[in-house]
């Protein structure tokens, strides 16, 4: 025997009678009995009838399934947790197997966590405008007020509930890992050690593949956070693109990546300076890298630190028309190299360091980082093309002579304390990256070709782009979350598409009803 489906009257009238009791209208006295009669009439109508039929609306499931991809990984993991604690509080009966299908379907967003708490029983609270009545008005038409009860004028369960969605999310359980491993002398050395003893492969394993894949798992767990935090470092590597041409050319990280890291911003000669800090920041940090690692004993041939120089040389020299320059940029570095130090076959650490801090000085200042060598050619167009030729090969001569410098020391350093060198690897790396860059931001701050003297060319200054683009990428995670946990709290169960229908389920398993 087929049933009659449900009607709207019949869903609004139990409705109205389950809020009569949540809403205290029920005499405390006669609130029990009260319960036990909706619980027998609602038992009876599902006997009786099938649940209504409902119309889907396409802007309703549009907006559920944004919502849904947008919260999908922040709702598996507050899901649970808050199932967990309704539990824990005694209102296991407000948990549904429904809020578990809506968390795994990521076109469907998860109850939030106001909504967990308000089936917990616990009261809304103040509103903003309780606190600040000036803000608000009752209509919210007035220029300078928001509406009394709208989206900007949150309960205390409210904004409780927004905490809750921001830290139960993988934002926020980054940030908490992050605090939580903050204090990193706590770790042992051996540990330490471990930690970073194949930090040299780090390029290698950071390849354009690995980015692929880490860019792609963060738009899955937030994408808001993802497109924010990518315009922003875009705009930001757009005032910095010659600067990054020239720290990668060198096998260095892009310089907007390093200048990023640590929160710089602002114009050509500002952003200059600041890579010096960093690189005198670096310094340090390897200074105390060296100093904690015992290396007493540890020395490399001489002949080895100067033998790929050597062989650059030589095959620049068998270059048609570059014999006579490479002879002489050979007698330059072998009179240089000469004197730094005299008369040691073996090196030690000390030595390397300070080969390599002298070659990578030499280097930056003959052009050996860029593709135009200072010490000739579009400084002094009156040479000739062979002592052009010469001060390329003589730059690029001093970069080989560093990088290998460097190299050493980083193996020696390894050897007496494994993980030591992949420590100073990195710092180096970065050392390289500024330093390849300073000659692109001195440039740049030169010639000022990006100013126009025209208002509507303003985005194009380097400290309006550096400075928006910092702080949309920083600022990505909080903003994505507060969004996100905003519209929750205010439109989640309509975009979640909760019927009268659902809505009167929800409630009467609230009551212990039940669900069929």
């Known amino acids: 025997m ?3 489906p449900m009607t709207a009257e019949d869903v609004a009238d ?5 809020r009569a009791l949540k809403d205290g209208r029920v005499p405390p006295d006669k609130r029990a009995q009260y319960a036990e009669a909706l619980k027998k009439t609602y038992a009876q109508m599902m006997e009786e009838m099938d649940p209504p039929e409902e119309n889907s609306h396409l802007g309703q499931a549009l907006a559920s399934a944004g919502m849904g991809i947008a919260d999908y990984a922040g709702g598996l993991v507050r899901t649970p947790v808050m199932a967990a604690l309704a539990a824990l509080a005694g209102r296991g009966d407000t948990v549904h197997v429904q809020d578990f299908k809506d968390a795994a379907n ?10 967990w708490l308000e089936r917990m029983g616990v009261p809304p609270g103040k509103s903003l405008s309780d606190a600040i009545p000036g803000l608000y008005s009752e209509t919210g038409d007035e220029w300078t007020k928001f509406k009394k009860g709208g989206f900007m004028d949150p309960t205390a369960r409210g904004a409780a509930g927004a905490g809750l969605d921001m830290a139960l999310s993988p934002g926020g359980l980054s940030v908490v890992k992050a605090l939580r491993s903050a204090p990193a002398n706590t770790m042992t050395a051996v540990e330490r050690q471990a930690a970073l003893a194949e930090l040299r492969n780090a390029a290698i394993r950071d390849s354009a593949k690995k980015k692929f894949i880490k860019g792609f798992m963060s738009a899955v767990q937030d994408p808001a956070a993802a497109l924010q935090g990518g315009m922003g470092r875009k705009l930001y590597e757009s005032a910095l693109t010659t600067a990054d041409l020239d720290a990668m050319k060198n096998g260095g990280r892009a310089a907007s990546e390093v200048l990023r890291e640590n929160n710089a911003w602002g114009g050509d000669r500002s952003l200059l300076e600041q890579s010096k ?16 690692a015992n290396t007493e004993g540890l020395t490399v ?3 080895d630190i100067r033998m790929p120089t050597t062989e650059y040389l030589l095959e620049q020299s068998n ?3 570059q014999k006579i320059p490479a002879q002489r940029a050979w007698n330059t570095v072998s009179r240089e190299f000469s004197e730094m130090p005299r008369d040691k076959t073996q090196l030690n650490l000390d030595d390397l360091l300070q080969l390599k801090d002298t070659y990578q000085g030499k280097a930056a200042s003959t052009g050996g980082y860029s593709d135009v060598p200072a010490a000739a050619g579009a400084q002094r ?3 000739t093309e062979a002592r052009k030729k010469e001060a390329e090969i003589l730059a690029k001569a001093y970069a080989t002579q560093a990088k290998t410098a460097r190299s050493a020391a980083e193996n020696l350093l390894d050897s007496a304390s494994p993980g030591a060198g992949g420590e100073m690897w990195s710092r180096n790396r970065d050392i390289g990256s500024m330093i390849a860059a300073e000659k ?3 440039a740049n701050a030169r010639s000022k070709s990006w100013y126009s003297g025209e208002w509507r060319h303003a985005a194009r200054v380097p400290a309006i782009r550096t400075g928006v683009g910092l702080l949309l990428d920083k600022t990505a995670p909080a903003t994505s979350n507060l969004l996100r946990s905003s519209l929750l709290e205010n439109y989640g169960k309509d975009i979640r598409q909760l019927s009268p229908w659902e809505q009167l389920q929800l409630e009467m398993q609230g009551l212990g009803g039940n669900q069929q």
């Open 301 to 303: 041939p001489r002949k």
């Open 319 to 321: 270059v048609p028309g």
């Open 277 to 292: 800090l960093i690189r005198a920041k670096k310094a340090a940090e390897i200074r105390d890298i060296v100093d904690s």
């Open 381 to 383: 167009p009156v040479l």
């Open 2 to 4: 087929s049933k009659e």
């Open 440 to 442: 692109a931001l001195d």
């Open 106 to 115: 990521p076109l469907k967003p998860a109850p939030s966590s106001g909504e």
């Open 14 to 18: 139990l409705q109205d009678a389950v």
